[in-house]
């Protein structure tokens, strides 16, 4: 079984910057793409940000230029730093994960459980 943790949200003001982290745990063989997700309230949840294996990245257009994802593939982490913040960015950012699990062997997709960003304006 494979986990996430997430951390980092939180209050900020308008203009502000935060920093995400999620971790992944578990029966781990390997972590293919790695990505935050938003969702704002009473929207359908979005893609935000996403890594792959080999450090592709791929950004929701109103996050470009002002965000960035990273992973450090030794500690099976991903991060997201955010500056620049607006309230539009408010929401509950979630952490996904798919990959191959050890035992048993099999494909796994996996969701944290959520982290809130409030922005103040």
């Known amino acids: 079984q494979v986990q996430l943790v997430e951390s980092g949200g939180g209050l900020v003001q308008a203009g502000g910057s935060l920093r995400l982290s999620c971790a992944a745990s578990g029966s781990i063989l390997s972590i293919n793409a790695m990505g935050w997700y938003r969702q704002a309230p009473g929207k359908q949840r979005e893609l935000v940000a996403l890594i792959t294996s080999g450090g592709t990245t791929n950004y929701t257009d109103s996050v470009k230029g002002r965000s960035t994802i990273s992973r450090d593939n030794a500690k099976n982490t991903v991060f997201l730093q955010m500056n620049s913040l607006n309230p539009e960015d408010t929401g509950v950012y979630y952490c996904?994960?798919?990959?191959?699990?050890?035992?048993?062997?099999?494909?796994?997709?996996?969701w944290g459980q959520g982290t809130l960003v409030t922005v103040s304006s």
């Open positions: 996904h994960a798919d990959g191959i699990s050890k035992w048993p062997i099999r494909y796994y997709e996996v």
